[in-house]
């Protein structure tokens, strides 16, 4: 079976650009987190939708970004515009109700904002 | 206060040693705990869920004291293949998705 599926695996933008970050979770799974890490500040969630719907998004940092889950099996992270305070890792994670502390990650999207 | 706080290390050991982290938590709340393991520029993935009563899968024993407000994972014989960054994980309670994660404790096993 196929895992979490992130696109692009690595991005590389200019200041004041638009990114979009795009996860497709494990089929069936009805969690989804999108998280960012860094060495200074490790691993953070930005996010959680359950049924497609966001739960808790105090992690996003400001107005630049934005989250979507038009359906279940599909969802945008969204930075415009973009700085160079962005660059991180970005994951994107599914679980199910009942084990969602089971997180399964997807490989990460490693973002450059020069 | 952070509300997880481990030490990064590296920690470097030699093949067949034992090797304990430790991590604490702020939030005397807090309901779930986890370790997550997470190779080298790979994603973090669930390596076991951390028990009131401790508990054991093969090598790897993991403890929780909520007096003390910490977590422990023991890693007995080290393997080459346990070279990597343990994640202590929370829940801060059962109707949350929320984890919380640490900054991770990094070991390094040697031949």
């Known amino acids: 079976d196929a895992g979490v599926i992130q696109s692009p695996r690595h991005e590389v933008t200019e200041m004041g650009q638009e990114v979009t970050l795009r996860c497709k979770p494990i089929s069936g799974h009805d969690y989804l987190f999108w998280y960012r890490q860094t060495m200074m500040r490790g691993l953070e969630l930005l996010i959680y939708?359950?049924?497609?719907?966001?739960?808790?998004d105090s992690g996003m940092p400001e107005d630049r970004f934005s989250a979507k889950m038009p359906n279940a099996s599909f969802s945008t992270l969204k930075i415009q515009p973009s700085e160079p305070r962005d660059s991180a890792v970005y994951f994107c994670a599914s679980s199910l109700t009942g084990t969602v502390y089971e997180q399964y990650f997807g490989p990460g999207t490693r973002l450059t904002v020069t | 206060r952070k509300e997880v706080e481990q030490d990064p290390g590296p920690f470097n050991v030699p093949e067949g040693a034992t090797v304990a982290f430790n991590c604490t938590y702020s939030n005397s709340a807090s309901q779930s705990f986890f370790w997550y393991r997470q190779d080298c520029r790979k994603e973090p993935k669930l390596l076991m869920s951390?028990?009131?009563s401790g508990n054991e899968d093969g090598r790897f024993t993991a403890q929780l004291n909520r007096a003390s407000q910490y977590i422990s994972l023991l890693i007995r014989d080290s393997k080459l293949s346990d070279s990597a960054t343990y994640l202590c994980v929370f829940r801060g309670s059962s109707n949350t998705g929320k984890l919380i994660f640490g900054q991770g404790t990094t070991l390094q096993v040697k031949p």
């Open positions: 951390v028990y009131s």
């Open positions: 939708f359950n049924n497609n719907v966001p739960i808790d």
